[in-house]
T-cell receptor, first 115, second 115 residues
Framework: EAGVAQSPRYKIIEKRQSVAFWCNPISGHATLYWYQQILGQGPKLLIQFQNNGVVDDSQLPKDRFSAERLKGVDSTLKIQPAKLEDSAVYLC?????????????FGPGTRLLVL | AQSVTQLGSHVSVSEGALVLLRCNYSSSVPPYLFWYVQYPNQGLQLLLK??????LVKGINGFEAEFKKSETSFHLTKPSAHMSDAAEYFC?????????????FGAGTRLAVHP
């Protein structure tokens, strides 16, 4: 079974530029998560999708971050404009079945450096 | 509110020695608890999880953890460390949120294994 796929793996941009990350979850997983992991810290949930609907985006900085999951499969996370403090690893995870405290499976992450 | 505390941001052991990584949680509901491992430049991999069945949980790579309700702990152990165990380890608890479940991570413990 293929795991969670993410691209790109690394990205370097200058502040005020925009950037987008892509995630393809494990086939059949209804729930998709985006996490931000700052160096030296544990991952922090940014947004959670159930199929193509948002169920939790309370920690997403909505003035600059946006995410979508069209058709309830793959997802994109965008930052516009980027700030220095956005430098982090962005992890995508997916889980199944619907609801419950099921295991989340993580992708390899996208490492973002904002200069 | 649910939270996770990992005692010791860095742990160093000799190859062949006991590994003990500490995790304490707070939760107003019976918790589900997880240990994930993160190797350099990779995503998070599930080591083991507690879901209210047996209190002693065995995971991959020889790791195990014991759920102790009276101590609100879920410490991770391995009898004999191997060089390949060097990585960062994260303890996490699920938090019910609006009918769904949010994973709350500790800050992580970096394990170093020396010859």
């Amino acid at each position: 079974e293929a795991g969670v796929a993410q691209s790109p793996r690394y990205k370097i941009i200058e502040k005020r530029q925009s950037v987008a990350f892509w995630c393809n979850p494990i086939s059949g997983h209804a729930t998709l998560y985006w996490y931000q992991q700052i160096l030296g810290q544990g991952p922090k949930l940014l947004i959670q999708f159930q199929n193509n609907g948002v169920v939790d985006d309370s920690q997403l900085p909505k003035d600059r971050f946006s995410a979508e999951r069209l058709k309830g499969v793959d997802s994109t996370l965008k930052i516009q404009p980027a700030k220095l403090e956005d430098s982090a690893v962005y992890l995508c995870a997916s889980s199944s079945p619907l609801g419950g405290r099921e295991t989340q499976y993580f992708g390899p992450g996208t490492r973002l450096l904002v200069l | 509110a649910q939270s996770v505390t990992q005692l010791g941001s860095h742990v160093s052991v000799s190859e062949g020695a006991l590994v003990l990584l500490r995790c304490n949680y707070s939760s107003s509901v019976p918790p589900y608890l997880f240990w994930y491992v993160q190797y350099p430049n990779q995503g998070l991999q599930l080591l083991l999880k507690y879901t209210s069945a047996a209190t002693l949980v065995k995971g991959i790579n020889g790791f195990e953890a014991e759920f102790k309700k009276s101590e609100t702990s879920f410490h991770l152990t391995k009898p004999s460390a191997h060089m390949s165990d060097a990585a960062e380890y994260f303890c996490a608890v699920t938090l019910p949120s609006g009918g769904y479940n949010k994973l709350i991570f500790g800050a992580g413990t970096r394990l170093a294994v020396h010859p």
